[in-house]
């Protein structure tokens, strides 16, 4: 139906997005196509070295859930962080990143986290990696008709430090100004075996840079390594503006808080 | 009873979601409304196509402008201070938002629809949107009955500023801004209207019923008495529902049809209706080398919108409060309010006072920093007191600002300088504010109260309960004057019809105006009681004594009658009683010299924050805030407000702003226009409601004395962190860093 009638078709999950869009009169479908009786597209699946999450989970259900917690500590902690308990009860993951609202959580921590989605379509199923998917402010790859069924997450191996940093500029029930999520693993002579950063909602897609962490690889991370990866992050990024901060703002803050997240000396909010 | 904790008398009922809100009101028959508003900030009406909108199912008619300017019964036009407002816009839109059709329909999803589906067609004027925008010389003209976008003007003049100034060791002179912002109350604007004949009523969430019935009676040519207007709990106001807004849409709508029409307004309509006044203020003070203030002059301009509303008086009221509750002889105020095309403005919690508080209070600590001095003593040897004249030449009495600052700077340990072990990032400072408030005079209250011969008591008052406890409030004050208690004691919903004459329940009047006007009335009841007891008992009613809702003889107890047997003794059923307050004053126009308030409102905080060095964030780790109260009419209310005072402050003090760009309103929803949430609430808030010693002190309104203190002391509080003097509201994050960088490049 999606597929046949996309102008017309809209594909519904928690409605915390789509039926705000409907509100202000920005979208008008005439059909509102609900995955929620969709079995199977809720639950959170340990499938060994990766974790598998229903793209219909809430953000609740991912932030609560015990393996969410213990394998991928930071992604329950961005669900956590997420809008205020009434929306957070409502909105899936799935649909977070389907929406691919640049001011928004767990994208950033997914693409730190190498995570990438199982996609569904007339066409046939495909995966998309989480940092491929969102394109642009509210757009994706997602084709006509197409949707995602689960977020498939890599476990990190033990020993490995990850952290997210929502900062709100306003109030606490903020939408994030800048999001910092890092991932990082040692080897056995304390230098750095991986490293991967991602920064949310400063510009319509997640920021993140690989090449800007390869030569981290093999170093320490100690504060003038965390203060220069701070800074290549800030000066590549060309933020932008909206009423949490101006682009000059947010890169002042991109290199507070990369600092911060590399070096693990702030969890999140208060 | 005063002084008791009562319990909320409507307490359970708020809990358990049962107690009434026109919100939930349903009219046989109603059918309901939607407006259409304009996309434009300033713009000629072409053409309004209500076609499609009328081919909508359920659609009964779609009202515009023009229609209601063709008819000779109404006058389309109304306004608290000037009626310069049109129910619908007539001719031209005057901002985005600005209502200029109005679709009425069988259910609320139709209305709605068929408003989407009203085409205007607009031919576009140069607009204005701040106030250095209408002030400019030959700026386009808002209204054209006012070219210079001129919208009240209020002068206080008192003793010789220019020789003031050259007496002075020291000159301090700046300019502060403050933004608009929205009221937000959690119940809509929600109006239902339905003609009776030739005779209008409506139900509807507002804060002065009887001045609505005054400008519902002007619109429609009709005797006051032909209107109706009724209120029941109210959702919050907080100035917002103030003056009449949209009852009068829904009383043309319901005319149109010869139905009930019920008009809620959506989130964003409540944007589109009011907000705050924006303002900039220049204040220039000199000072002699011992800290005294010889000389102020105050230059406030206010953004007032696209309608008057009550500008043109609320100027007043800022400007008599603008100089602050400081000793100064030498005074000059200019206040005046600008024509803008942005949502008309009004009385804001704070109202008129937070913006010129936030520059006083600002100033009085660089004054301190510049001449070495404590902030605390600066303001100690400055501050009102008893007996002073004010500069509207008004004697100071009841005045406990030096307690009130003095308890602000105990209640954050101000002297305590011990130190924290803190990160490098992280710096923390305190701040002091204290303000001065004036509340609304000449006003006046009316109560009428009867005594039952089942020993029961109906009060009836327009006091509006909104949540922030009138209710209970006004029945222990009328329990311990008539001596009977609570549970005999009923509350009638403020309806015109049965309820006298309030003036309105806003300027944290209605402790002291209506509990004045409750008592007098109980003295009234009191004394028939005693014509009818002197009769029974045969006695001098100057040997008769009241106590807990009885007559005696003095020193024969055994004599004693209860009211009720009075009553019925004397065989009557009820036994009726009146009380009025009323005030009087008024300013000299030229020079603001006259009787501005009956009392003043009396408020201090005191603030510490932590600032983090590195993004410029601002926490507020305690807040203690102050006000006098006079007496305490329930401990527990009282203290909730002055908390309630400090949520309201946060907000203000840190991130509320609605922002404007190219005429739009960018934020009317509660998805960027944030108000404090509970995680942003200072770790510690402590409060104090000052009391006098005297059993008979006067009562005083404590709903808002802390917030206009509270954004100063926390600017305050960031500048004895930091060093950085944030002059523009709110404090936000990006300001402060932005300070904190300039003055690591300048050393």
Same mark, same amino acid.
Request: glycine share 8%; net charge negative.
């Given at each position: 139906?999606?597929?046949?009638?996309?102008?017309?078709?809209?594909?519904?999950?928690?409605?915390?997005?789509?039926?705000?869009?409907?509100?202000?009169?920005?979208?008008?479908?005439?059909?509102?196509?609900?995955?929620?009786?969709?079995?199977?597209?809720?639950?959170?699946?340990?499938?060994?070295?990766?974790?598998?999450?229903?793209?219909?989970?809430?953000?609740?259900?991912?932030?609560? @859930? !015990?393996?969410? +917690?213990? &394998?991928?500590? /930071?992604? #329950?902690?961005?669900?956590? =962080?997420?809008?205020?308990?009434?929306?957070?009860?409502?909105?899936?993951?799935?649909?977070?990143?389907?929406?691919?609202?640049?001011?928004?959580?767990?994208?950033?921590?997914?693409?730190?986290?190498?995570?990438?989605?199982?996609?569904?379509?007339?066409?046939?199923?495909?995966?998309?990696?989480?940092?491929?998917?969102?394109?642009?402010?509210?757009?994706?790859?997602?084709?006509?008709?197409?949707?995602?069924?689960?977020?498939?997450?890599?476990?990190?191996?033990?020993?490995?430090?990850?952290?997210?940093?929502?900062?709100?500029?306003?109030?606490?029930?903020?939408?994030?100004?800048?999001?910092?999520?890092?991932?990082?693993?040692? @080897? !056995?002579?304390? +230098?750095? &075996?991986?490293? /991967?950063? #991602?920064?949310?909602?400063? =510009?319509?897609?997640?920021?993140?840079?690989?090449?800007?962490?390869?030569?981290?690889?093999?170093?320490?991370?100690?504060?003038?390594?965390?203060?220069?990866?701070?800074?290549?992050?800030?000066?590549?990024?060309?933020?932008?503006?909206?009423?949490?901060?101006?682009?000059?703002?947010?890169?002042?803050?991109?290199?507070?808080?990369?600092?911060?997240?590399?070096?693990?000396?702030?969890?999140?909010?208060? | 009873?005063?002084?008791?904790?009562?319990?909320?008398?409507?307490?359970?009922?708020?809990?358990?979601?049962?107690?009434?809100?026109?919100?939930?009101?349903?009219?046989?028959?109603?059918?309901?409304?939607?407006?259409?508003?304009?996309?434009?900030?300033?713009?000629?009406?072409?053409?309004?196509?209500?076609?499609?909108?009328?081919?909508?199912?359920?659609?009964?008619?779609?009202?515009?402008?023009?229609?209601?300017?063709?008819?000779?019964?109404?006058?389309?036009?109304?306004?608290?201070?000037?009626?310069?407002?049109?129910?619908?816009?007539?001719?031209?839109?005057?901002?985005?938002?600005?209502?200029?059709?109005?679709?009425?329909?069988?259910?609320?999803?139709?209305?709605?629809?068929?408003?989407?589906?009203?085409?205007?067609?607009?031919?576009?004027?140069?607009?204005?949107?701040?106030?250095?925008?209408?002030?400019?010389?030959?700026?386009?003209?808002?209204?054209?009955?006012?070219?210079?976008?001129?919208?009240?003007?209020?002068?206080?003049?008192?003793?010789?500023?220019?020789?003031?100034?050259?007496?002075?060791?020291?000159?301090?002179?700046?300019?502060?801004?403050?933004?608009?912002?929205?009221?937000?109350?959690?119940?809509?604007?929600?109006?239902?209207?339905?003609?009776?004949?030739?005779?209008?009523?409506?139900?509807?969430?507002?804060?002065?019923?009887?001045?609505?019935?005054?400008?519902?009676?002007?619109?429609?040519?009709?005797?006051?008495?032909?209107?109706?207007?009724?209120?029941?709990?109210?959702?919050?106001?907080?100035?917002?529902?103030?003056?009449?807004?949209?009852?009068?849409?829904?009383?043309?709508?319901?005319?149109?049809?010869?139905?009930?029409?019920?008009?809620?307004?959506?989130?964003?309509?409540?944007?589109?209706?009011?907000?705050?006044?924006?303002?900039?203020?220049?204040?220039?003070?000199?000072?002699?080398?011992?800290?005294?203030?010889?000389?102020?002059?105050?230059?406030?301009?206010?953004?007032?919108?696209?309608?008057?509303?009550?500008?043109?008086?609320?100027?007043?009221?800022?400007?008599?409060?603008?100089?602050?509750?400081?000793?100064?002889?030498?005074?000059?105020?200019?206040?005046?309010?600008?024509?803008?095309?942005?949502?008309?403005?009004?009385?804001?919690?704070?109202?008129?006072?937070?913006?010129?508080?936030?520059?006083?209070?600002?100033?009085?600590?660089?004054?301190?920093?510049?001449?070495?001095?404590?902030?605390?003593?600066?303001?100690?040897?400055?501050?009102?007191?008893?007996?002073?004249?004010?500069?509207?030449?008004?004697?100071?009495?009841?005045?406990?600002?030096?307690?009130?600052?003095?308890?602000?700077?105990?209640?954050?340990?101000?002297?305590?300088?011990?130190?924290?072990?803190?990160?490098?990032?992280?710096?923390?400072?305190?701040?002091?504010?204290?303000?001065?408030?004036?509340?609304?005079?000449?006003?006046?209250?009316?109560?009428?109260?009867?005594?039952?011969?089942?020993?029961?008591?109906?009060?009836?008052?327009?006091?509006?309960?909104?949540?922030?406890?009138?209710?209970?409030?006004?029945?222990?004050?009328?329990?311990?004057?008539?001596?009977?208690?609570?549970?005999?004691?009923?509350?009638?919903?403020?309806?015109?019809?049965?309820?006298?004459?309030?003036?309105?329940?806003?300027?944290?009047?209605?402790?002291?105006?209506?509990?004045?006007?409750?008592?007098?009335?109980?003295?009234?009841?009191?004394?028939?009681?005693?014509?009818?007891?002197?009769?029974?008992?045969?006695?001098?009613?100057?040997?008769?004594?009241?106590?807990?809702?009885?007559?005696?003889?003095?020193?024969?107890?055994?004599?004693?009658?209860?009211?009720?047997?009075?009553?019925?003794?004397?065989?009557?059923?009820?036994?009726?009683?009146?009380?009025?307050?009323?005030?009087?004053?008024?300013?000299?126009?030229?020079?603001?010299?006259?009787?501005?308030?009956?009392?003043?409102?009396?408020?201090?905080?005191?603030?510490?924050?932590?600032?983090?060095?590195?993004?410029?964030?601002?926490?507020?780790?305690?807040?203690?805030?102050?006000?006098?109260?006079?007496?305490?009419?329930?401990?527990?209310?009282?203290?909730?407000?002055?908390?309630?005072?400090?949520?309201?402050?946060?907000?203000?003090?840190?991130?509320?702003?609605?922002?404007?760009?190219?005429?739009?309103?960018?934020?009317?929803?509660?998805?960027?226009?944030?108000?404090?949430?509970?995680?942003?609430?200072?770790?510690?808030?402590?409060?104090?409601?000052?009391?006098?010693?005297?059993?008979?002190?006067?009562?005083?309104?404590?709903?808002?004395?802390?917030?206009?203190?509270?954004?100063?002391?926390?600017?305050?509080?960031?500048?004895?962190?930091?060093?950085?003097?944030?002059?523009?509201?709110?404090?936000?994050?990006?300001?402060?860093?932005?300070?904190?960088?300039?003055?690591?490049?300048?050393?």
């Amino acid at each position: 139906m999606a597929a046949d009638d996309p102008l017309r078709s809209k594909i519904v999950a928690g409605g915390t997005a789509l039926v705000l869009m409907m509100r202000q009169g920005l979208v008008a479908p005439e059909r509102l196509i609900a995955l929620k009786h969709i079995p199977d597209l809720d639950g959170i699946e340990d499938r060994g070295e990766v974790v598998a999450i229903g793209a219909c989970a809430t953000v609740t259900t991912v932030a609560s @859930s !015990p393996l969410v +917690s213990s &394998a991928l500590p /930071s992604l #329950a902690y961005a669900c956590r =962080a997420v809008a205020n308990v009434r929306v957070r009860n409502v909105a899936t993951l799935g649909g977070n990143l389907a929406e691919a609202d640049y001011a928004s959580d767990p994208p950033a921590v997914l693409i730190s986290l190498g995570a990438f989605c199982e996609v569904a379509g007339v066409e046939g199923a495909r995966t998309v990696p989480v940092a491929d998917l969102i394109t642009g402010l509210y757009t994706t790859d997602l084709q006509e008709g197409e949707v995602i069924t689960r977020i498939v997450v890599p476990k990190p191996a033990s020993g490995t430090r990850a952290n997210y940093i929502k900062y709100k500029s306003r109030s606490s029930e903020d939408r994030p100004c800048v999001g910092v999520a890092s991932i990082s693993s040692t @080897s !056995p002579d304390g +230098s750095i &075996a991986s490293l /991967s950063v #991602a920064v949310g909602a400063v =510009a319509p897609t997640p920021q993140h840079f690989p090449d800007l962490l390869e030569d981290a690889i093999g170093q320490r991370l100690d504060d003038s390594l965390a203060e220069e990866i701070a800074e290549a992050y800030a000066s590549r990024i060309e933020p932008m503006d909206d009423l949490r901060g101006s682009a000059w703002y947010r890169t002042q803050v991109i290199r507070a808080l990369v600092k911060r997240s590399l070096l693990d000396t702030e969890v999140g909010i208060r | 009873m005063i002084g008791a904790d009562l319990r909320p008398t409507d307490a359970v009922e708020r809990v358990v979601g049962t107690l009434p809100f026109v919100l939930d009101k349903k009219v046989e028959g109603m059918v309901h409304a939607a407006v259409v508003r304009s996309t434009f900030p300033h713009a000629r009406i072409v053409d309004i196509d209500t076609e499609a909108a009328l081919q909508v199912e359920g659609v009964l008619t779609v009202l515009t402008g023009a229609d209601l300017a063709a008819e000779s019964s109404i006058d389309p036009y109304f306004g608290g201070a000037r009626k310069d407002q049109p129910i619908l816009a007539i001719g031209k839109v005057r901002y985005v938002g600005d209502p200029v059709a109005l679709v009425v329909a069988e259910d609320k999803g139709q209305a709605e629809e068929a408003a989407s589906l009203v085409y205007c067609e607009y031919d576009e004027l140069p607009f204005v949107e701040s106030i250095e925008d209408a002030m400019v010389e030959g700026a386009p003209a808002v209204h054209d009955d006012y070219p210079d976008n001129a919208c009240g003007w209020g002068k206080l003049r008192w003793g010789d500023v220019e020789q003031g100034f050259d007496e002075a060791d020291l000159i301090a002179e700046g300019e502060y801004m403050t933004p608009a912002a929205s009221h937000v109350p959690m119940e809509p604007f929600v109006t239902i209207a339905e003609w009776k004949g030739n005779k209008v009523e409506v139900w509807t969430a507002a804060q002065a019923p009887h001045s609505v019935r005054r400008t519902l009676a002007s619109i429609f040519g009709l005797e006051q008495e032909d209107v109706r207007v009724q209120v029941l709990n109210l959702g919050g106001g907080y100035g917002a529902k103030g003056q009449t807004k949209i009852e009068p849409m829904a009383a043309v709508a319901a005319r149109a049809v010869g139905r009930p029409v019920r008009l809620e307004l959506t989130r964003e309509g409540v944007f589109f209706t009011i907000g705050k006044h924006a303002a900039r203020i220049r204040i220039k003070t000199g000072v002699k080398r011992d800290g005294s203030l010889v000389a102020r002059l105050v230059d406030v301009a206010w953004n007032a919108g696209a309608y008057a509303v009550v500008s043109p008086r609320a100027v007043i009221q800022g400007m008599a409060r603008a100089p602050g509750p400081y000793r100064i002889p030498n005074v000059w105020v200019d206040s005046r309010a600008y024509y803008t095309n942005t949502v008309p403005t009004g009385p804001f919690r704070g109202a008129m006072t937070t913006q010129v508080a936030w520059a006083y209070e600002s100033q009085m600590d660089e004054i301190a920093n510049q001449l070495g001095m404590d902030p605390l003593e600066v303001r100690r040897r400055n501050l009102l007191r008893e007996g002073d004249l004010h500069p509207t030449g008004q004697p100071m009495h009841d005045v406990h600002f030096v307690e009130l600052i003095e308890d602000a700077a105990a209640g954050i340990e101000w002297g305590d300088t011990s130190d924290v072990d803190l990160p490098p990032n992280k710096v923390r400072g305190k701040g002091l504010g204290v303000i001065m408030k004036s509340t609304v005079t000449p006003s006046r209250s009316e109560a009428r109260i009867e005594l039952r011969d089942d020993g029961s008591v109906v009060a009836y008052t327009s006091s509006v309960e909104m949540g922030q406890g009138a209710a209970t409030t006004l029945l222990q004050i009328l329990s311990h004057h008539l001596g009977i208690g609570t549970d005999s004691i009923r509350f009638v919903h403020p309806d015109t019809d049965v309820t006298p004459f309030d003036l309105t329940t806003s300027s944290s009047r209605t402790t002291f105006s209506m509990g004045a006007a409750l008592e007098e009335a109980s003295v009234e009841l009191k004394h028939e009681l005693t014509d009818l007891a002197s009769s029974l008992l045969e006695a001098s009613p100057a040997d008769l004594v009241h106590e807990d809702g009885g007559i005696s003889v003095v020193g024969q107890p055994g004599t004693r009658l209860e009211y009720l047997e009075i009553l019925r003794r004397s065989k009557i059923e009820q036994l009726d009683a009146e009380g009025v307050f009323q005030s009087e004053g008024g300013l000299d126009p030229e020079t603001g010299q006259g009787v501005h308030t009956i009392h003043w409102h009396q408020g201090a905080a005191g603030v510490e924050v932590e600032v983090d060095l590195d993004t410029g964030k601002v926490e507020i780790l305690r807040c203690h805030g102050t006000s006098w109260a006079g007496r305490v009419v329930n401990p527990l209310r009282a203290r909730q407000q002055n908390e309630g005072n400090v949520v309201w402050g946060t907000g203000l003090a840190l991130f509320e702003e609605l922002v404007f760009d190219e005429g739009q309103m960018v934020n009317p929803n509660l998805s960027e226009y944030l108000i404090p949430s509970i995680l942003d609430m200072p770790r510690q808030i402590t409060t104090r409601e000052m009391e006098s010693s005297e059993p008979d002190a006067e009562l005083h309104g404590i709903g808002e004395m802390v917030i206009p203190a509270l954004p100063p002391a926390v600017g305050n509080a960031v500048y004895a962190a930091t060093g950085v003097r944030i002059v523009d509201l709110p404090i936000t994050a990006e300001r402060v860093l932005r300070g904190v960088m300039a003055r690591r490049d300048q050393s």
